[in-house]
């Protein structure tokens, strides 16, 4: 795969699909995308999930994600080039979670995040539209639960230092549903994790911080095939 990408799924654009953007504009130089396409990188290193920041940009950087992203913007250029116009995500445009279950790289996990059959959650992902004729993969919603086996609570949800999974315990009928059409098994409140986040920064240079990754670290699927360094 190009540039360190490990694994890739297609899904057509549709009905289900477009429910997951949170911008609609759908259209390649006048022409509308056919399909989604998902790019997964593998978080093998804690290192590479560094953000930094300074106070005179306008905007952080991620390492990971400016490598993944530059992968997406190289295979679009290569595909517009062959007459088939493509344009890349930015990190805003789409939830790229649920977009990856329609593309059939995992299911939407217990500690709310991606998990892949292979890398578990230890994933980062990218994603661009395109013209181009391609085929959609097999959702894996009743072929892949890992989630299942667990205990109850998890261990996901009771290593988070931020107590997100545990404020939201009801959830009423309809709400947060994920691209499987189910609850959540957790409670999940985003601005308490994000909160939480941003008041313990773990500083590793000047700028450069780690964001809590608790519920993914801990979280044991695919393990055995990313050799996690500690």
Same mark, same amino acid.
Request: with cysteine; net charge neutral.
């Given at each position: ?72 913007? @190289?295979?679009?250029? &290569? ?11 930015? +990190? *805003?445009? /789409?939830? $790229? =979670? ?80 994920? @691209?499987?059409?189910? &609850? ?11 909160? +939480? *986040?941003? /008041?313990? $920064? =773990? ?28």
């Amino acid at each position: 795969m190009d540039g360190g990408c490990k694994l890739v799924g297609f899904s057509e654009v549709n009905e289900a699909t477009r429910r997951e953007f949170i911008r609609g504009n759908l259209e390649i130089e006048g022409q509308p995308a056919k399909f989604i396409v998902i790019l997964l990188m593998i978080l093998d290193d804690p290192i590479l999930d560094a953000w930094t920041q300074s106070r005179s940009w306008p905007a952080g950087k991620n390492y990971i994600d400016e490598a993944i992203a530059r992968v997406a913007t @190289s295979i679009c250029l &290569k595909l517009t080039k062959q007459g088939y116009p493509s344009r890349a995500f930015r +990190y *805003s445009d /789409a939830y $790229l =979670k649920h977009l990856s279950v329609h593309a059939g790289l995992g299911i939407i996990g217990r500690n709310n995040l991606l998990i892949t059959p292979n890398y578990g959650p230890h994933i980062r992902l990218r994603g661009f539209l395109t013209t181009a004729p391609l085929k959609s993969f097999q959702s894996m919603i009743g072929k892949f639960d890992p989630c299942t086996g667990c205990t109850d609570p998890p261990p996901c949800v009771e290593a988070c230092p931020s107590g997100a999974f545990k404020i939201s315990q009801e959830i009423k009928e309809g709400e947060n549903l994920s @691209s499987n059409n189910r &609850k959540p098994r957790s409670g999940y409140t985003e601005y308490i994790c994000r909160e +939480y *986040s941003l /008041a313990n $920064l =773990k500083p590793i240079g000047p700028f450069t911080y780690l964001w809590c990754r608790a519920c993914e670290e801990i979280c044991p699927v695919g393990n055995e095939n990313i050799g996690l360094i500690d």
